[in-house]
């Protein structure tokens, strides 16, 4: 148990600073566009962006999620390069297709989108950058499955670095706006995966296999309605938003999401990356599982302090990075975080399909999401205004969440469900924490109050830990491993 958990927090720290890098262009380029765009522009960008995620999921259908599960399958080197060749080139042929479509697609987007064909150029601006980035995407999941984490980290400086550089020129210097942050996106991608692109060919060989094509396209094909569904609930409640409301709602309202979304970027996708990769390789082992929930559940304490202090602290978020314009977005936040740990929990459950192969029960769950979350958005809006939308967003994952779990209690019954009391352990002390500091400090910015804050969510840190949810062996061995690590660092290769 030991062992595999020391192999997790080698790598893992390893991703969680690659993924701190390869979001920092992001994380630090909110502030701007925050500052260069109003809320209205901020709400076309949303929009466009939407469409451009949905691009991306068709293109991808599910390819990596299935390149993963493939690749372990070849217990040879040989086929191992066969399935990164194959997957590689089959990708290449589908965003050059997508590139060629580019233009008279992103007029259909904008007619669609806006009632004209003024925001074709973004649009297609926009596709080109998707297509390359579906690329780029692809050569970080090959590197994830080696256990290249240092390589990992070092792409992703590379990728920061370019996109703040691209988007500081662009929409500092030339002053173009939303489709400066396209062209950003389209340049840097293009670059980085093109490069990687022949790096990994040059070290696997190339060879085209098509059953490993068709086995890709067979595995993956259930996660591209599923990912459709999700993104569609995504631009459903901007447009309820935009058709109750104003498109500068659209704007405020995916601001905050962006902000949340860090959550998941940062701590969920750098966890997933070796958690689930490790999971998948592992087998059914009693041992291999109890090692899986105790990692699980320390992830989940991580990512619930990480949203106490987002909730705490949003007051203070909005005053350093935008305008008065967002101010609303402060009541939306407390909903919109707790929406992203229970997404982090969703993983448990929905890991445990993939490697059973049960991915066509996927698409179901997310239909009836949508259902869902269309509905409560539609009545939750008209209600209470913007607050409804994060509350609709929320009722949704909560939805989502426990029709997973009986999905997988259902379908893998070889693996440990997941542990309910140690999960709502955790949620009613970062309830009952977020409410205290509500009650304690408001909203108000003040450098005391926010120390303060600071220190509540380190109180719930230790609580967790110390709590029943963690027995005296794990947290043992906890304290060991971390004490191991920072006395003598391993740097993963």
């Not at 469409?51 to 191992?80: K, Q, S, W």
């Not at 259930?222 to 901007?238: C, E, K, V, W």
């Not at 609580?463 to 491993?481: D, F, N, Q, W």
């Amino acid at each position: 148990m030991k062992s595999d958990a020391a192999t997790i927090l080698k790598h893992g720290w390893i991703y969680t600073v690659a993924n701190l890098v390869n979001r920092a262009a992001g994380l630090l380029l909110l502030p701007l566009y925050a500052k260069v765009l109003s809320a209205s522009e901020f709400g076309v960008y949303a929009l466009i962006g939407v469409a451009g995620d949905i691009l991306a999921v068709m293109l991808m259908i599910g390819i990596i999620n299935a390149f993963t599960v493939i690749y372990f399958e070849h217990p040879d080197d040989a086929g191992r390069a066969r399935v990164v060749s194959s997957t590689m080139l089959g990708l290449w042929a589908a965003a050059l297709g997508l590139l060629l479509l580019a233009w008279p697609a992103g007029w259909g987007f904008s007619l669609g989108l806006f009632g004209d064909g003024s925001q074709s150029n973004v649009v297609a601006m926009a596709m080109a950058g998707t297509a390359m980035s579906t690329v780029f995407e692809l050569t970080l999941a090959y590197y994830r499955v080696r256990k290249r984490s240092l390589a990992c980290l070092l792409i992703s400086v590379g990728k920061a670095v370019a996109l703040l550089g691209l988007n500081l020129m662009f929409l500092l210097y030339f002053t173009l706006g939303v489709t400066g942050i396209f062209l950003a996106n389209a340049v840097t991608f293009s670059v980085l995966g093109l490069g990687l692109s022949v790096a990994i060919l040059m070290e696997n060989g190339v060879s085209f296999a098509p059953d490993v094509l068709k086995r890709l396209m067979r595995l993956g094909l259930p996660f591209l309605p599923q990912t459709l569904l999700d993104i569609g609930n995504q631009f459903a409640t901007r447009y309820v938003l935009n058709l109750l409301m104003t498109v500068a709602a659209v704007g405020v309202f995916s601001f905050g999401m962006r902000l949340a979304t860090m959550l998941y970027m940062l701590l969920t996708m750098s966890f997933l990356q070796i958690w689930s990769v490790s999971r998948i390789e592992a087998g059914h082992g009693a041992a291999e599982q109890e090692q899986s929930e105790f990692v699980f559940h320390v992830f989940l304490i991580v990512l619930a302090a990480a949203a106490l202090g987002m909730a705490l602290t949003a007051p203070e978020l909005l005053w350093l990075v935008a305008s008065d314009d967002y101010g609303s977005v402060v009541a939306c936040m407390p909903f919109l975080v707790l929406t992203y740990v229970l997404h982090g929990v969703r993983m448990h459950p929905e890991v445990a399909l993939v490697k059973a192969k049960r991915t066509k029960v996927l698409p179901l769950i997310s239909l009836g999401g949508l259902a869902v979350g269309a509905a409560l958005t539609a009545a939750l809006v008209w209600l209470w205004g913007l607050p409804g939308a994060a509350v609709a967003v929320l009722g949704r994952e909560v939805f989502m969440l426990v029709v997973t779990e009986l999905a997988c209690r259902r379908f893998c019954p070889d693996d440990r469900p997941l542990g309910v009391a140690r999960v709502l352990g955790v949620l009613a002390l970062l309830v009952a924490a977020y409410g205290v500091g509500l009650e304690l400090f408001g909203t108000i910015v003040v450098p005391a109050y926010t120390v303060a804050k600071v220190g509540l969510t380190a109180l719930f840190i230790a609580l967790a830990v110390l709590g029943p949810g963690i027995s005296k062996t794990e947290r043992a061995m906890l304290l060991h491993l971390l004490g191991q690590r920072l006395r003598r660092p391993q740097p993963a290769s």
